[in-house]
């Protein structure tokens, strides 16, 4: 048997096997979807067809990955057995379960016959692949031995031709190698004439190219010197640019200091003048009457910088203690008194 009869019959087990599975599902599918649903919720009836089919497609799965395995010469271990087993167990449990229920036994034998020839077909074929796998293999080890006996053939002919071959280029060899001794002498006498000549001719280069490289080197020092010269000058003037950055840097800190300090002092006159002008204030003593309202904003302020009571500054300047108390509350909180101030000037 050759392979291409190999081929045929691996393609008929395929066929075979297909059309069986396709017969198997379909007759798995019309005869559980009515024991599905009528097990059910009648809501949920749609739903029937989908447990034959998800128990079907994993039977195609398992035949179809244990084909590919079979040819392949592997072994998928003992969890595709157990699959393989568990899903023909539940086509053949679910395909009679409706004729058991009904001790219907012949309809149990023949609700049987698909599962069973499913289940055994899937274990037959994967026998089988498994056999043409083997039959393959030792068809093609046969036909690689008969090649490689072939070539060993061809392979001593070729040695036997090229050891006549290599006896007449070896005699070719050596005329040959004669031939180029006598004129290997003259390329020799040759060559050393004209090594003279590239020798001479070497010698008055080398001169020419060590004066020039004299006279380069001579402007390379004096463009060295100029380069330096102009890198003093360049310094120089960095220098000098420094010294001129530091001393201005310097003028500016002594008028930065000056001004610092003309704002301390003129600070420091301006809080003793309002020292001053606080301590007018409260030395006057408390009033007779209610003083104008911007002379009364001003005791106030007075009062609540010295950390005088509502009641004091009150009497100082004649307002009401309501009064004192909302303008200490503005000082309190900044900002929030000059607003209102705005809005009572208005």
């Not at 053949?92 to 020839?117: F, I």
């Not at 392979?155 to 006549?164: D, I, T, Y």
């Not at 301390?264 to 209610?290: D, I």
Request: hydrophobic residues 40%; contains cysteine; neutral net charge.
């Amino acid at each position: 048997m050759n392979a291409v009869q190999i081929r045929s019959a691996e393609r008929a087990l395929s066929i075979g096997t297909w059309l069986i599975v396709a017969g198997a599902m379909l007759y798995s599918i019309l005869t559980v979807t009515p024991l599905a649903a009528a097990h059910t919720p009648d809501k949920w009836d749609w739903t029937a067809p989908i447990l034959p089919t998800v128990v079907d497609a994993a039977v195609l799965i398992v035949i179809r990955l244990d084909a590919v395995l079979a040819l392949l010469g592997g072994h998928g271990g003992r969890w595709p057995i157990v699959l393989r087993w568990m899903t023909g167990c539940m086509t053949l449990a679910l395909n009679v379960a409706d004729s058991a229920l009904r001790n219907d036994l012949v309809g149990v034998a023949v609700h049987a016959v698909a599962p069973l020839l499913l289940i055994v077909t899937a274990e037959a074929g994967l026998a089988y692949r498994r056999a043409i796998a083997a039959a393959v293999t030792e068809l093609e080890a046969r036909q690689q031995a008969q090649r490689e006996a072939r070539e060993r053939a061809v392979v001593e002919r070729r040695e036997s031709a090229a050891r006549l071959a290599r006896e007449e280029r070896e005699h070719a060899a050596m005329l040959a190698r004669e031939q180029r001794e006598h004129e290997a002498r003259l390329i020799r006498e040759q060559a050393e004439r004209e090594e003279r000549a590239r020798r001479e001719e070497r010698e008055q280069r080398a001169a020419r190219e060590a004066a020039e490289r004299e006279a380069r080197e001579r402007s390379e020092r004096e463009r060295e010197q100029q380069r330096q010269e102009r890198e003093r000058r360049e310094r120089e003037e960095t220098e000098r640019r420094e010294q001129e950055r530091a001393e201005r840097e310097r003028r500016e800190h002594v008028a930065r200091a000056e001004q610092a300090e003309r704002e301390r002092r003129e600070q420091a006159e301006r809080e003793e003048l309002a020292e001053r002008e606080r301590a007018a204030l409260l030395a006057a003593g408390p009033a007779t009457e209610k003083l104008p309202e911007d002379r009364a904003h001003a005791v106030v302020r007075a009062a609540f910088e010295a950390g005088l009571p509502v009641r004091a500054a009150a009497e100082l300047c004649g307002w009401s203690v309501g009064w004192v108390s909302t303008r200490y509350a503005e000082h309190r909180t900044p900002g929030r008194g000059g607003a209102e101030l705005a809005i009572a000037g208005r």
